[in-house]
């Protein structure tokens, strides 16, 4: 399942976002650590460490590294923290906050993708609470989460995710439209205070309603 060559470029991967400004080293430490290859397509996994989205079916795609590392070190992850993540997909960031310590509910609205990354999660040992739904209602039965990440664009921040965010939280969510988002920071400070922060401009598969 691993070896030495797809450690060897996992490290290398890891240099490379370290000189793209990513410097959270629990971050660069979860990346160096998970198997990303065992995530996609067996067609695509001789790519898995180049820097790059690759597709994993119904129209989804697992995220550039660089684009994973990022959301999660603007998000601040704590060990502990309960996260909820808003689009499985192919499992990949899901194993990441679980390395990191993480308490993940993370939300999947295609059927097949679900069961695929339940079946590898588990199989590699990360205990994340998967649910087949619709990730735009969010999980108001398990709220309020600590920390909320969204791996879907969506053209405007929904109110379920502020309202199941614990005040201290963060929400960090691609919005814009789906061709282009600007990636977005939401700290809830108070019941009635938020404070936002942009950083920049970012390609996200949309976020939609329903499940499939």
Known sequence: MDNYLYKGLRKRLVNQIIKQGISDKKVL??????????????????????????????????????????????????????????GTGSGYQTAILSEMGAKVFTLERYKNLYLKAKNLLTKLGYKANLFYKDGTLGMPNYA???????????????KYFLEQLKI??????????????????ISKISKNKLEKQEYGNFIFVPLLKGIV
């Open 29 to 86: 430490d979860a990346i160096e650590k998970v198997p990303r290859h065992l995530f996609m397509e067996s067609s695509f996994s001789v790519f898995a460490y180049k820097n790059k989205a690759f597709p994993i079916g119904s129209g989804q795609t697992i995220s550039q590294p660089y684009t994973v590392a990022f959301q999660t070190e603007i998000l601040e992850v704590e060990v502990g923290d309960k996260i909820l993540e808003i």
């Open 144 to 158: 309020p989460f600590d920390k909320i990440l969204v791996t879907a664009g969506a053209k405007n921040i929904p």
């Open 168 to 185: 201290g939280g963060k929400l960090v969510i691609p919005v814009g439209d789906n061709n282009l988002q600007i990636m977005t920071r």
